[in-house]
């Protein structure tokens, strides 16, 4: 593994491959539901179960990914056979996702949404979880790491918001037949075919990229025949690391919460602060200062605080208070009325303070998670890098497929009106889907912080257990 810095070009070629999970990730948070729902008309139930269920499915292949990652002999390595092989099938399923066939009834639809959401999934995957794996075996250095992932989440936000802002600015414009942007039909078909063709370049681009470090990357185990049970044991020994299950239990509340913002995010700029799609793209546009600031504060929040804990636990509370709180204050009676001259000001700065705190959150723990390889591999002399990444995702997207679902829920209970208008909608409702979300979103922040206080990797014990494995393998070696 190069011990040596990384430089600024590698940095980047890494980096830039999230921009097709980024693509992928926003569509599916902030659009999907809006469109199969107030567009195609779909029940609310209906999606977000369809969303749940396609998540869930590609989750439990994440895992059998991961492994197989781990383990591939290939005169490419590893990892970047699966990330070349799955460019075009994600394209292609993205694509298909945005433009159904028209003259489907409405169970013809859902099937088709589960089916097409379900590929785009598990291609994604094999791009990803190869891809994500990499940053613990380019460097293992304490604070390289971070940086590294910081470069990813910087382009996998970047990625997400230039869609987005594509999405709201031209291509669900108002016109002759669709006086609200967001409901524009034709609008998605386009951004669908731009997305993907976004997505297979950004993934070609990254691992043609980062191919030069294949030789220097590690080399998998000797090849075994083993049993599915043998199989299923060295992932379970692999998996019941202390840390790793406390990273777990961060992720399994900020996912449910994460998907549960997401989902509604559209309902409540739309309907709850009633902005327009021009605005929603400021807000939009906004993010790309947060990326950026995460990008560069994240190695220097661990440094100041001591540690990548620290630090997480710092920016996990502030991001938790702040959140809802422009929310809360609207509840109260305290904030600028829909349609004030200042009440745009005060969101674009309140969002991009959290989403900077959001971001650097995850760059963090995210950075944490790569510690846990050479953790784990003291207690069960295996690198699985691929198969702690891949377990990672699998609890994230099920669990954020049932936050997304939770907010199908809700929005059926409380009585949303499907093909809303803003301004229309029974101000009672609105004002219950905000006091909902608010308990939500605050129980499920104390959930994460409670988790992440249980990881035990520090900069120190990092350093010992890579010292550690230097003796073992001078050791083995010699002998």
Known sequence: MPSSPLTLRTKLFYGFGSVAFGVKDNGFAFLLLLYYNQVLGLPER???????????????LDPMVGYLSDHL????????????????????????LWAPPAGLSQHELLFYFIAVAILVRVFISFYEIPSASLAAELTDEYNQRTSVLGFRFFFGWWGGLTMSVLAFAVFLQPDATHTVGVLNSTGYRSYGLVSSLIMAFAIVVSAAGTHSHIPHLRQPPAKRSLGWAAVLGEVRETLSNPSFLALFGVGFFSAMAAGLTAALNVYFTTFFWELSSNQISILVVANFASAAAALALAPRLS?????????????????????????????????????????????????????????????????????????????????????????????????????????????????????????????????????????????????????????????????????????????????
């Not at 209906?46 to 439990?60: C, E, F, P, T």
């Not at 290939?74 to 298909?96: D, E, K, N, Q, T």
């Not at 995850?362 to 591999?377: C, R």
């Open 303 to 479: 440094e100041r605080y001591g540690g990548k804990k620290p630090a997480a636990m710092r920016t996990a509370i502030a991001a938790g208070a702040l959140g809802p709180a422009a929310m809360i204050l609207r509840l109260l009676g305290l904030f600028p009325a829909n349609g004030s001259a200042v009440l745009l000001p005060i969101l674009l700065i309140g969002n991009t303070v959290v989403v900077t705190l959001i971001i650097l959150a995850s760059i963090l723990v995210s950075s944490m998670m790569a510690d846990v390889v050479e953790d784990s591999e003291l207690t069960t002399g295996r690198r699985s890098e691929g198969l702690f990444f891949a377990a990672n995702a699998f609890m994230q997207k099920s669990v954020s497929g049932v936050g997304i679902f939770a907010s199908t829920v809700l929005l059926n209970t409380i009585g949303f009106p499907r093909g809303a208008k803003p301004g229309e909608v029974d101000p009672h409702v609105v004002r219950q889907l905000g006091l909902i979300y608010i308990v939500a979103i605050l129980l499920l922040y104390l959930g994460s912080l409670y988790f992440l206080t249980k990881y035990r990797i520090s900069r120190a014990s990092h350093e010992a257990n890579l010292a550690l494995l230097s003796r073992r393998s001078d050791t083995t070696d010699e002998s």
């Open 46 to 60: 209906w999606v977000g179960l369809g969303i749940m269920v396609a998540l869930i499915v590609d989750a439990v």
């Open 73 to 96: 002999h290939s005169r490419w390595g590893r990892r970047h056979p699966f990330m070349y092989a799955s460019a075009l099938p994600v394209a292609l399923s993205y694509y298909l």
